[in-house]
RNA sequence: ACAGCAGGUCGUUCUAUCGCUCGCAAUUUUAUUGCGUGAGGAAAGUCCGGGCAACGCAGAGCACCGUGUUUCUUAACCGGAAGGUAUUCGCGAGGGUACAGUAUUGCAGAAGAAAAUAACCGCCCCGAAACUUGUUUUCGGGGUAAGGGUGAGAAGGCGGGGUAAGAGCCCACCGACGAGCCGGGCAACCGGUUCGGUCGUGCAACUCACGGGUUGAAAGACCAUGUAUAUCGGAUACGUAGGGCUGCUCGCCCGAUGCCGAGGGGUAGGUCGAUAGAACCAAUUGGCAACAAUUGGUCCAGAUAAAUGAUAGAAGUUUUGCUUAGGCAAAAUACAGAACCCGGCUUACAGACUUGCUGUUGUU
RNA sequence: GAUACGUUAGCUCAGUCGGUAGAGCAUUUGCCUUUUAAGCAAGGGGUCCCGAGUUCGAAUCUCGGACGUGUCA
């Protein structure tokens, strides 16, 4: 997975409800405002880091709003997946990102947030993973 | 020209880069490439009505809930259209609201003499007593709805006759109600006319007519997984315990899968339902209209932790400011996101177009 | 997606088969006390969530809207 590509397919959606109810009992979670971010180790063997997204319905009503916030932090993941993914051979992880602010913003806002967000994440998937090396 | 009323239609566009859903095809092999496709008038609120599905249903009565002017429309409706009557807002075009019945029973706070077989004050008559001896006062009996601080509502209105004083007590006119006749209208109803003194209001209960089985796609069907109302022991004993039929009663049906004790699981999802329909568009015909019929054409989201996007640039529209003008600058660019599907209703909405009509001002 | 309910004083709630809006706590003032608390007495404080309608009269009944809360895999 050298060459870089800006795909976001299905099978790089969690989708599963089990596996999301999983996660939310057993995850890890941290906060990279504005985003919580849970993960847990992928046991399964698919090829790809799982991704979802969250936008509580308590927050913004409208339905309108939690899309497109929701597209926006798709988006950004899918333009600054290479922060996570690039040259990395460890264990795979499913994750979902819960957007926590109150307000609305800026595209440049969720992508620098998501920047900081994913580096947060591989710095914690790859210490607490003991059993492999990073190069 | 400006202001407005009623109805209808639309509700941003283009380019570049990187992406998403679904379908088809290809390559290769479980991912990539190409082509096509992809939100609304309200998709919203979930307020009505259907389709569809499961369960239930011998039947009858009562209860309960909903609706309540007429005719039409529709698959159906608490929807819509055109009317009717009353009321209300507007100078007007027009808009809003209400509408089955009242035989019986009940209620109507406060205020007021009295809130429904009305005598507190007043007015009038009769009798008695008192003395201040008269158009007097007091007491008692009766008549009386013309007048009286109230009130939403006070026993049709107004004038005349009549009377002790009064009263539809009688009469004329007006209003309402009931009955008859004539004309118009499919009908609600409207207009005219004759007769009858028949003449207080509102709201409930109640009565009448019509309709209503229950639950909603998280319904449900199939596949996969699973020994899964598993299995063992005991008590009860035959239509018994109990259950079902929206609630109750009658009645009918089912009925060991029930009770007590011991004991033992699984949860991983997928496909269908689910997108060709009371569909949409156009024309013609019928109808005041809602709407219907016929002919021709079109295929128009189908996701499921849930696609329809992000970034950059340009254009359009509106408002404001500056400017003689051309133009320049700034701001705004709505409401809002399908989740089984239709028909309505309601609510939100920057703005644009269009048809008919009304008012004001000016010109001819 | 479906469905059931709530909104009344600063807070928690009564009042909902129509008729002057209430209780407890809090708050203000006075009394008591050296002072505070407690106690006693008096008072203030209301868009009855919003807008229409029915009615003589609406917190209550009807319709529409806003906000909030629960239940169902």
Known sequence: MSEINYRLGKNQKLKSF????NLFQGGNSFIAYPFKVVWLYNESDTRFFRFSVSVPKRKYKRAVDRNL???KIREA???NKAVLQADYHGKLADFMVIYI????????VFENA???ALTKLRKKITTLDTGEEIV
């Open 114 to 116: 998501m920047k900081i």
């Open 101 to 108: 602010a109150s307000a609305d913003a800026e595209y440049l």
């Open 69 to 71: 916030i929701k597209r």
């Open 18 to 21: 089990k596996v999301i109810g």
């Open 77 to 79: 993941y899918r333009l």
